[in-house]
């Protein structure tokens, strides 16, 4: 794997995360501009993942069928048409419209780079691969709420969609130019149901998808929420882009202390238990500092359980897969998006973020227990 091609995993890796973190900070705007209520501004993220998953089905079960480069190619082709006509769209329906195209398109950028990633490593050196992965994950969000909040603050929320067409125009561009298929030639052709079957019945698959699910809803709807309650409590949109600097220096964080224990062979069950440790005691002190801006710092240490769980997580979870590694990839990427837009329709409908996040987390210890 050439260098260039390195770089632009790493890019197509990050695209899910900065995209929509760097919509995150319009929520408000949209909020105002479209005349919804702050529930119905926040529902958009709540069903960009529900389309998001059902692109991860559609691309994983593309990259098998057809190769990994062309299903890329047209997926982010998706997703720019979806940006583009997201620029121009005066109805707020129509803006939801609009943002499932892009989470469709978006997918690719998780379940196609995960699949070449486990067409080029296995065993240990996938889970170094994926040490790595979580640190460009740490970093992604910090990159898309700093620039979403600088863009929507000096040109508006419709330069973010702007942003968006731009950014996927270039990924689309250095796809063509430096992806190469990666698709074992041996590889055999294999049916959605039987797989999905095998996966249903498998309980470690089931707990690991859950688990998956609960991490980002804890990470994703403090994006949701955060911005309404930091207005509540009377501070300026700029604070958040600094939060989520904080929050990404967490995850960095705990990125990088995964990447030292993996390098000192240390389980991934024992990472991922004291992980789900750190959630709920953070999240307990989250629930009481709710009504102050103090609940920032044990946000930033749950988010670092976030970096040190979800590479050792993902990096295992398919072993059993590896001859339908697209297939197996999509169908367990629809379930864990399916449970995170599930849980970010209560998180919106609720409007409380302390609450959601102790809920995640004691149910996160449960299941972590029942293994």
Same mark, same amino acid.
């Given at each position: 794997m050439t260098q260039s091609t390195r770089l632009l995993l790493m890019a197509l890796l990050m695209f899910p995360q900065i995209v929509e973190t760097l919509y995150s900070p319009i929520l408000p705007a949209l909020s105002s501009a479209f005349a919804v209520s702050e529930a119905a501004a926040g529902q958009t993220l709540s069903l960009y993942f529900m389309a998001f998953a059902f692109g991860i089905v559609l691309w994983g079960h593309l990259?098998?069928?057809l190769g990994?480069?062309?299903?890329?190619?047209?997926?982010?082709?998706?997703?720019?048409?979806?940006?583009?006509?997201?620029?121009?769209?005066?109805?707020f329906s129509a803006l939801l419209i609009?943002?499932?195209?892009?989470? &469709? =398109? @978006?997918? *690719?950028?998780?379940?196609? %780079? !995960?699949?070449v990633m486990r067409d080029a490593y296995s065993g240990e050196a996938l889970r170094k691969t994926f040490a790595i992965v979580g640190i460009l994950m740490a970093i992604s969000p910090m990159l898309g709420?700093?620039?979403?909040?600088?863009?929507?603050?000096h040109l508006?929320?419709?330069?973010?969609?702007?942003?968006?067409?731009?950014?996927?125009?270039?990924?689309?561009?250095w796809t063509i130019l430096s992806l190469p298929e990666t698709r074992p030639h041996n590889m055999q052709r294999v049916a959605l149901l039987p797989i999905a079957r095998a996966?249903?019945?498998?309980?470690?698959?089931?707990?690991?998808?859950?688990?998956?699910?609960?991490?980002?809803?804890?990470?994703?709807?403090?994006?949701?929420?955060a911005p309404f309650w930091l207005t509540d409590l009377g501070y300026p949109m700029t604070l958040f882009s600094y939060t989520g600097l904080l929050l990404g220096a967490?995850?960095? &964080? =705990? @990125?990088? *202390?995964?990447?030292?224990? %993996? !390098?000192?062979?240390?389980?991934?069950?024992?990472?991922?238990?004291?992980?789900?440790?750190?959630?709920?005691?953070?999240?307990?002190?989250?629930?009481?500092?709710?009504?102050?801006?103090?609940?920032?710092?044990?946000?930033?240490i749950m988010t670092?359980?976030?970096?040190?769980?979800?590479?050792?997580?993902?990096?295992?979870?398919?072993?059993?897969y590896h001859n339908a590694r697209g297939t197996a990839g999509a169908l367990l990427g629809l379930g864990y998006y399916l449970l995170l837009g599930l849980g970010l329709i209560l998180s919106a409908i609720s409007g409380h973020l302390a609450g959601t996040l102790l809920v995640t987390a004691l149910f996160m210890l449960c299941i972590n227990l029942s293994e």
């Open positions: 990259c098998d069928r990994r480069r062309i299903t890329f190619i047209l997926a982010l082709s998706v997703y720019a048409v979806g940006a583009v006509t997201a620029l121009w769209v005066t109805d609009c943002r499932m195209v892009m989470a &469709l =398109g @978006a997918a *690719i950028g998780s379940i196609g %780079t !995960q699949t709420i700093f620039m979403g909040t600088l863009l929507e603050m508006g929320y419709r330069a973010i969609f702007m942003a968006l067409v731009l950014f996927a125009l270039m990924l689309l561009l996966m249903l019945k498998d309980g470690v698959l089931l707990r690991h998808m859950v688990m998956i699910a609960g991490f980002n809803l804890m990470l994703f709807s403090y994006y949701q929420l967490g995850s960095l &964080l =705990g @990125a990088l *202390i995964n990447r030292r224990c %993996t !390098q000192a062979h240390v389980p991934a069950r024992t990472l991922i238990r004291i992980a789900t440790m750190v959630l709920l005691i953070s999240a307990l002190m989250a629930f009481s500092l709710r009504h102050s801006l103090w609940l920032l710092l044990p946000m930033g670092l359980s976030y970096g040190i769980a979800i590479p050792n997580i993902l990096a295992h979870v398919l072993d059993d």
